[in-house]
């Protein structure tokens, strides 16, 4: 077991498996070692978390689904390094969308449920610049959507 993966277990983050993709992209691009992790989704058991937040879910939930997006985003991930996470050496940028009404200002707060989690799993190598933002709809009415940008060897 490699360092990543013990910290996730540390933490009790159990890696998911990656969806197969339906449409015309991929999961993971990696071009001279930056790893550019396409939109993901939060997926739990009983499928994809939506509605938006702040009015079919709370703050706190949809920061839990943010947090869901990043694990569907570090499991990607592993699987484009050939189930290596310790080659990554730096998370670059997540970018944040929230599934919310216009009047919804509190985006920076539910996209934390992802920056929090990097961050919990990589340490300092997880520190990330971000974009989080409001939008009225997301695939499959998700509640939130991360994409993310990682330096890899």
């Known amino acids: 077991m490699n360092d990543i ?6 933490i009790g983050v159990k890696l998911t498996e990656v969806p197969i993709v339906v449409a015309n992209y991929v999961p993971v691009v990696i071009y001279r070692q930056i790893a550019t992790i396409s939109g993901q989704l939060p997926r739990n058991i009983a499928g ?4 938006q ?7 706190d939930e949809g920061r839990e689904a943010a947090r869901l997006c990043a694990i569907s985003i570090l499991a990607a991930l ?5 189930g ?9 940028q997540l970018t944040g969308f929230v599934n919310s009404p216009a009047e919804f200002t509190e985006h920076p707060d ?6 929090d989690l990097i961050v919990e799993v990589f340490g300092p190598r997880g520190h990330h ?3 989080a933002v409001g939008v ?13 940008t990682f330096a890899v060897t």
């Open 78 to 82: 592993r699987e484009a390094l050939d």
């Open 48 to 51: 994809i978390v939506s509605g």
């Open 110 to 115: 539910v996209v934390n449920g992802a920056s």
């Open 136 to 148: 009225s709809s997301l695939p499959l009415g998700a509640a939130v959507e991360v994409s993310a």
């Open 53 to 59: 937040v702040s009015c079919a879910l709370t703050i």
């Open 5 to 10: 993966d013990r910290r996730c277990a540390e």
């Open 129 to 131: 610049a971000r974009v």
């Open 84 to 92: 290596d996470l310790d080659r990554v050496e730096r998370c670059i």
